[in-house]
């Protein structure tokens, strides 16, 4: 079975243009996660969805940051403008919250980020 | 809120030596704990969980953890590590929501 797909999994751009991070998840999963990942701060959640609709959004860090989840199986982080310290791994990870959460979540293997 | 305390953020070890990882947690209500593993460039994959019943749960590489309540920790245990352990380990709680909350995270070095 395909796993949490994430692209692209490097992205090299210049400070100021716009970064789109797009992910499928496991089919008939409904809950949809986006990490950041980074040496200074650890692994933060940025976002999440249940069943295509944005339940927390509290951790992602400005309005530069939106991110969408169009249908099931497709969700997308964008920055723009982006700046240097916006520079991680970010991660989607997805699960199947049936009712009682248990919190097994299946990550993609990340987007690499760099804004020079 | 929930939070998540690794105390060590570096462990280093030698190979078939044996190797503890600490987790504490801090929850007002009823949690469920998980330890992921990090290998270089790849995601995070689930080593082990403890949702309920028996408080000892082991991994199939022989990891294991013990969820203690009164002293709301959930350390990771090897008896023996390979140099393939090496990797960043990280203890995660959630709750019924299914939102769950990760610590920083442990360096695990295994040296020959």
């Known amino acids: 079975d395909a796993g949490v797909i994430q692209s692209p999994r490097h992205e090299v751009t210049e400070m100021g243009q716009e970064v789109t991070l797009r992910c499928k998840p496991i089919s008939g999963h409904n809950s949809l996660f986006w990490y950041r990942q980074t040496m200074m701060r650890g692994l933060e959640l940025l976002i999440y969805?249940?069943?295509?609709?944005?339940?927390?959004d509290s951790g992602m860090p400005e309005d530069r940051f939106s991110a969408k989840m169009p249908n099931a199986s497709f969700s997308t982080l964008k920055i723009q403008p982006s700046e240097p310290r916006d520079s991680a791994v970010y991660f989607c990870?997805?699960?199947?919250?049936?009712?009682?959460?248990?919190?097994?979540?299946?990550f993609g293997e990340g987007s690499r980020l760099t804004v020079l | 809120a929930q939070s998540v305390t690794q105390l060590d953020s570096q462990v280093p070890v030698f190979e078939e030596a044996p190797v503890e990882l600490r987790c504490n947690y801090s929850?007002?209500?009823?949690?469920?704990l998980f330890w992921y593993v990090q290998y270089p460039n790849q995601g995070l994959q689930l080593l082990l969980k403890?949702?309920?019943?028996?408080?000892l749960v082991e991994s199939i590489n022989g990891f294991e953890a013990e969820f203690n309540k009164s002293q709301t920790s959930f350390h990771l245990r090897k008896p023996s590590v390979h140099i393939s352990d090496t990797a960043e380990y990280f203890c995660?709680?959630?709750?019924?929501?299914?939102?769950?909350?990760f610590g920083t995270g442990t360096r695990l070095q295994v040296f020959p």
């Open positions: 969805f249940n069943n295509n609709v944005p339940i927390d």
């Open positions: 929850s007002s209500v009823s949690v469920y």
């Open positions: 995660a709680v959630s709750t019924y929501t299914d939102k769950l909350i």
């Open positions: 403890y949702l309920s019943g028996s408080t």
């Open positions: 990870a997805s699960s199947y919250a049936g009712g009682q959460g248990t919190g097994e979540l299946f």
